[in-house]
């Protein structure tokens, strides 16, 4: 079976303007533009409807009938892959990255799992984060900041990245180079 990723649907803005207030109540209490725009991208890659290329050539429409969708949610939170984390480097050094790495992990259950729990589930899909399993969060709070992240190395090794570092050389010993390489792209509609 094909898998449909959230780059290949294509939400006309009338479509995503059709859906608003379905989406605001699903991510209430939260009201601000980012929420809603992380909820679009996550409402409608659970709606599970758009493009997939099958085999080379056309992309064709596509209806996905899995229930379980996966999440990379905290990733980010633990592993040091946002901006502002590079930013609390820059500031504080590897105490002010903590901190800040602290405070992400920390309200990671009110800011994000029940918004995007509650988009996902309106079309009937369970989502499941890896990311967050307890043995591998554990691990990840017990692991030294620099080796999670090697912002101290920053600029040294143009192929991998700093923020999520660890997840990135585990990609590619896993041979997964372009993973480990590509950008960090925030969750987002199109």
Avoid at 67 to 89: K, P, W
Wanted: glycine share 8%; proline share 5%.
């Amino acid at each position: 079976m094909p898998l449909l990723t959230p780059s290949q649907v294509n939400v006309p803005f009338h479509e995503t303007q059709a859906h608003r207030q379905e989406v605001i109540s699903l991510i209430h209490p939260h009201n601000t533009e980012m929420d809603l725009s992380i909820a679009y991208a996550l409402y409608f890659a659970a709606r599970g409807q758009g493009l997939c290329c099958v085999q080379e050539g056309s992309p064709e429409s596509f209806t996905t009938t899995a229930r379980i969708m996966l999440s990379g949610l905290g990733a980010d939170e633990l592993f040091g892959g946002y901006v502002r984390h590079a930013t609390a480097f820059s500031r504080r050094g590897y105490d002010g990255l903590l901190d800040e790495l602290k405070l992400d992990v920390s309200r990671l259950g009110k800011r994000n799992l029940g918004r995007d729990d509650r988009v996902m589930a309106h079309w009937s899909r369970e989502i499941r984060f890896p990311y967050l399993d307890e043995q591998l969060v554990k691990w990840a709070i017990s692991l030294p900041v620099g080796e999670k992240c090697d912002f101290h190395n920053q600029g040294h090794d143009s192929q991998i990245e700093p923020g999520k570092r660890v997840l990135r050389l585990l990609a590619a010993e896993l041979g997964v180079a372009s993973a480990a390489r590509e950008k960090k792209r925030a969750v987002r509609p199109c």
